[in-house]
């Protein structure tokens, strides 16, 4: 009888465990998914913001958002072969569980006064 007892304790306590690893990952997985659907949104924003010509739309910048302050940005242009016309590389960046997460938008941009 005791035996049984202690055999049904074991066995209880291998399913809890794994009822709360399977918890843990489930709650890892939505947090995930929630900071890539910021990011999305914060990327969309940052590309809606750089349509607008200016003065410093031809050079390389960094930056943090103001509303998600985990979150930081930054914008690379690379030459493409049609004199005038760049790629512009928006990523916005976040550490999740101790590792550093991206996500990236890549538009061509047709910038004429922009040096090589």
């Known amino acids: ?23 843990n990952r489930c709650v890892a997985a939505v947090q995930s998914v929630h ?3 910021i990011a999305q949104r914060l990327l969309a ?3 809606f913001e750089f ?4 003065a410093t739309d031809t050079l390389d910048q960094d930056g943090t958002f103001e509303d998600e302050p985990r979150f930081s940005w930054s914008r690379r242009f690379e030459p493409t072969d049609v004199e005038g016309l760049w790629i ?8 999740e569980r101790g590792q550093l997460k991206t ?7 047709w910038l004429p006064q922009k040096q090589r």
């Open 1 to 23: 009888m005791l035996l049984e007892v202690a055999l049904a304790a074991g066995l209880l306590g291998l399913a809890l465990f794994g009822l709360v690893e399977g918890l």
């Open 35 to 37: 900071n890539y659907a």
């Open 45 to 47: 924003n940052k590309s």
């Open 51 to 54: 349509r607008i010509e200016r």
């Open 88 to 95: 512009q590389t928006i990523t916005v960046a976040w550490y």
């Open 103 to 109: 996500d990236q938008l890549v538009e061509y941009r």
